[in-house]
């Protein structure tokens, strides 16, 4: 059911920042109760555009991997290196599997040599030797520092244990049961006239940052865009983003039993550090206004947000053009302020 009465706000301030250019295109996806609002915005022609989804991309790829915990295949508190032997010395014998999707590993976020293997086309798998390979920044477990390169491993472990390459896994495990046709890690199956290109002169540090010797490497680069990157390369429409949220607030058994489903949005890390579900944010009190202590959902440093608060009952997916670092007020957030202020 559509009310657009409802969704004033949000649509005045996404058609304000794509008229004057500042944001080249969004679209909105919300629900709040039976009430479903969408629109695209700017060079966006249809709600089912997909963009460049940034870190919202980490709960899907570790929900590939939670496929297999559901079979019995590992437990979270597995060390990794039960899974990846080479995974040794500098305390990374402590490291679990828990540590990495919770952000407690002690695993940087980027590698220090990030640019040179993006700048060379490296694939995942080159990724993959770095990360075993850098140092540890502090004992697995007694800190929080969030780390794109742990979830890379995470799904790492899921890659050796099904046998199939993390792209065509996630897919099968994740995508396809879930029917999000304008999703994919990778090209896949997305038509590129349909893809949004970021506003990379905004772009952050380890994308290029809009620097000219990036072009080849950055979020809008052929390779960067086939390379499906597990921390931040997936593509998707928001429509596609609220299916997937949907699922772990009304869970239907299409990915795992609902008492997984419920586990990955709950809180796991110690008192006293940041809140995280399994590759979820949780709590979200300082992204969501009037968020309730259930609600989980990500943010993409590409220009995204999405969240479902299970309490209030309602989701809320922006995705725009624009990186999330270019703008203090970035009209992301605020659309998304405006959805959470809606009264019922």
């Not at 969408?38 to 929900?63: C, E, M, N, V």
């Amino acid at each position: 059911m559509l009310n657009d009465q409802k969704f004033e706000e949000a649509t005045r301030l996404l058609t304000e920042a794509t008229s004057t250019g500042k944001v080249r295109a969004a679209v909105i996806y919300s629900r709040i109760g039976k009430t479903i609002f969408q629109r695209a915005f700017g060079d966006a022609k249809s709600t089912d555009a997909s963009f460049l989804l940034g870190s919202i991309s980490k709960p899907i790829a570790i929900a590939s991997l939670m496929c297999l915990f559901d079979q019995g295949k590992f437990q979270l508190s597995d060390s990794v290196r039960k899974y990846i032997p080479e995974f040794t010395g500098d305390a990374r014998e402590r490291v679990t599997i828990q540590h990495l999707v919770t952000h407690v590993s002690g695993l940087p976020d980027q590698l220090p040599e990030n640019a040179d293997l993006r700048r060379s086309h490296a694939s995942l798998s080159e990724f993959v030797k770095g990360t075993i390979k850098v140092p540890l920044r502090f004992e697995p477990g007694t800190r929080y520092e969030y780390s794109s390169m742990a979830i890379l491993l995470a799904t790492e472990i899921a890659r050796r244990i099904s046998g199939l390459e993390f792209i065509e896994f996630v897919d099968k495990s994740v995508l396809q049961p879930l029917a999000m046709s304008h999703t994919a890690f990778g090209m896949g199956r997305l038509n590129r006239e349909n893809t949004m290109a970021c506003q990379v002169e905004f772009g952050a540090i380890e994308s290029g940052g809009g620097s000219a010797e990036s072009l080849g490497w950055d979020w809008n680069s052929a390779y960067w865009r086939e390379l499906g990157a597990p921390w931040g390369g997936a593509q998707a429409s928001a429509s596609d983003v609220a299916l997937f949220l949907e699922e772990f607030m009304h869970p239907t058994g299409k990915l795992f039993r609902v008492d997984v489903a419920k586990r990955m949005i709950r809180n796991h890390n110690p008192e006293g550090l940041p809140s995280r579900g399994i590759g979820f944010d949780v709590g979200m009190s300082d992204v969501v206004k009037q968020a309730s202590d259930q609600t989980f959902g990500h943010t993409g440093s590409t220009g995204t947000i999405a969240w479902a608060d299970p309490v209030r009952d309602r989701v809320c997916v922006v995705l725009t053009t624009l990186p999330a670092g270019a703008l203090p007020n970035h009209v992301r957030q605020l659309a998304s302020d405006s959805i959470s202020a809606i009264a019922e």
